[in-house]
């Protein structure tokens, strides 16, 4: 079949391909693809990349923004705050969310609490290409809650069939009563005749209102590349199955919600406007809860399967550092979120990172992949979609936004955070929790693509700047001032600058840098060393402007981003907005923790974000630093202690 899939893929534009199957389903693979000495897990690879040299001619380091108020013409829709979400692939659930419902990965947990207290809460998808082929049992004889059918041999893409059990359904539940997840999964749409609608039934008899979309098919548009349809399959013959799918739902004789599906969940292997035509959207619009596209920007297929002509990742990089990879991905999309606002739906981009088939090697871990990923989530913001999910593989991925340690290495290892799940913390940030911003995409710079810039918008007001510099430049000479005005001038408004501003910087010494990364002085640090919540002293600064000239001046580095808070309430929305509570994991057993986070740093930690927060060591009996604190929340974790535990 891999070679199947390969011929399939010579025919295709390599930017468009998606084929990631594999990935994700072996926790311990080791890499083949890289020539370099490492033979360690790929979400650790140690690769550094040199940053690209500055762009010649360099942009220009001082340039004016004109906001206004009231009126934000060629703004976006208002944008959920919980737009950034995540795409978990299922496989890797039972290491991600936790063992089982009765135990519950406390880093998971802080890293969605760390969300919605900027946004209110986070979509998770639990799904991927796994999803198509998984079936609930009862039970496991191991008690395992998932795992792969090794005993059946003859699934053609050589990925083994998942069985799992509703306690991985409990789990999510459990997850939700804890931090405020909303969850997307996926019926199996390998198989047809008939659909297996055990996982929509089930999901919505245990997530209840927590269940917030069903999948219908995952990149159907890739069925014939991956063998499981003839060669004639086409978006007619998805439309029929749609159809089948609602008739099923209908005949069932389980209730089953039938107005929570997404389609068409294509790859971009069919044009979006055939499956417009094919008048889906109006046949099945009271089926639809939401449209959805899944697209990667690049692929690393040729080096994951140690074939072809593998792409040596330092030639790649350049392509994630500037605006044009963002704008010219999010374009191709322009008419459909058009069409879904004409139809009233949402759509949302439902499964994407920075590269199909695991991602690069020191790009997909960079800091300049957290750039890249809160440029294209503005982007997409901006272009009117409505969300978007990042993929979340196993030990054997570049891009996850968090890993777990290694099985064997969780009693002495924590979490390692990658870039994007900065992104999505920024992101949550940048839009807060009204669901009401709107995203406009300025033009900084006379449309310098190495220093893009947005304005997000509250009612009509500007509420938030969003400054990015992709160059790397040590020496200063390629940081920027960015000096805006809200109203005056010939806007025909009155002077509107207020007198300060806050401003949070994301940073990095370099774009290649990976871990350590810091947004607003906080950091996750480096590999294995987060119980997912960010450590450190919050650094927000305050500028002051020159309200009689009406302007600010807002300074960027190179590399770096900055969130101008242009209101006081812009600022206390975005950082408590959605009140959420993280976790201790003073209260895990059966653990000998030598994170590398020290005891001191902890317990000034976590800003003001600390919400009911025991800002608990990482070192086993050294809780005490904060008692009052720590009796509310242990008060709470000693009634579900049992279930908070997970580290063995
Ligand atoms: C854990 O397993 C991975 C993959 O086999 C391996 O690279 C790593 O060295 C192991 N760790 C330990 C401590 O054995
Ligand atoms: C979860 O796993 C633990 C450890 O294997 C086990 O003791 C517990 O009974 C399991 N819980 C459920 C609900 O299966
Ligand atoms: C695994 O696959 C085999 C072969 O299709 C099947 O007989 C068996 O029931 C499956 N196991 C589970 C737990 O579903
Ligand atoms: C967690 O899941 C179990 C099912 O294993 C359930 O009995 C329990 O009530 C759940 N706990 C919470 C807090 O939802
Ligand atoms: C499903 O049921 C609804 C409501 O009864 C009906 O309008 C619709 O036509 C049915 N769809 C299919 C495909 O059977
Ligand atoms: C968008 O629609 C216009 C008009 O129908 C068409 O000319 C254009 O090719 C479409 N663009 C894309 C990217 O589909
Ligand atoms: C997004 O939608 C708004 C409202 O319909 C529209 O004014 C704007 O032009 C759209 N943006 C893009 C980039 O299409
Ligand atoms: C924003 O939307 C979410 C999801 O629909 C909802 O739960 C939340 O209450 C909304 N927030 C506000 C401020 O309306
Ligand atoms: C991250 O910070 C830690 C602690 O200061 C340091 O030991 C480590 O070398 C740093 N790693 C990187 C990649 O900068
Ligand atoms: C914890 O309590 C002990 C005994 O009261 C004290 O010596 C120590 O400084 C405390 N640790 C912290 C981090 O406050």
Known sequence: MRFVLLASLAGIVRSQVTVHYVLGQEPFATTTADSS??????????????????????????????????????????????????????????????????????????????????????????????????????????????????????????????????DLLYMMANITSLVNVHWFIGIPFFQTTPFDLSIAVTGQEILGDALIGIQAGNEPDFYVAHGHRPSTYNQYDYFGEFNDLIAAMNGSENDINRHLLIGPNTADQWSQQDIW?????????????????????????????????????QQMFPYYLDHSASVNLVANYLNSTAYAQSEGKELIMFETNTASCGGFAGISDSFGAALWGLDYALQLAYANFSGVLMHTGGQ????????APPTNESTYHQWTVGPIYYSALIMAEALGPSNTSQVLDIGANGGNIFTPGYAIYEQGTPARLALFNFITDSSGAHDYYATFSIGGGNTGQSNGTPAQVKVKYFRASSVSQKGNLTWAGQTFGDNFATDGRIQGEEDIETIGCDQTGNICSIYVPAPGFALVFLTDDALSESEGGGEAQTFPTTTVTKMDNTATVDPAVLATSNGHHAAVDGLGSTSRGRNNATNKLLYTSFSYLYVCAMMLVYFV
Do not use: W
């Open 396 to 403: 054997t991925v570049y891009y996850n936004p968090f890993t």
């Open 277 to 313: 035509n094919t008048g889906f959207v109006d046949a099945y619009h009271d089926n639809l809860a939401y449209l959805a596209f899944e697209r990667y920007p690049q692929d690393n297929c040729a080096a994951t399967f140690d074939e072809g002509s593998a792409i040596d990742p």
């Open 37 to 166: 000495v490492y033979t360690g897990l790929n979400a650790y690879t140690p690769l550094v990349l040199n940053p690209p040299p500055p762009p010649d001619p360099a942009p220009a380091t001082a340039f004016f923004i004109q906001l206004v108020n009231g009126g934000t013409p060629g703004a976006s829709i208002p944008q959920p705050g919980q737009f950034f979400g995540f795409s978990i692939e299922m496989s890797v659930a039972n290491q991600v969310l936790g063992k089982n419902s009765s135990l519950l990965q406390v880093p998971f947990l802080n890293l969605m609490a760390n969300i919605q207290e900027r946004s209110g809460g986070v979509r998770v998808r639990v799904g991927g290409n796994t999803q198509e082929t998984a079936k609930l049992v009862p039970e496991l004889s191991d008690g395992k809650i998932l795992e792969k059918n090794l005993s059946q041999a003859t699934n053609p893409t050589q990925t083994p069939p998942l069985v799992f059990t509703p």
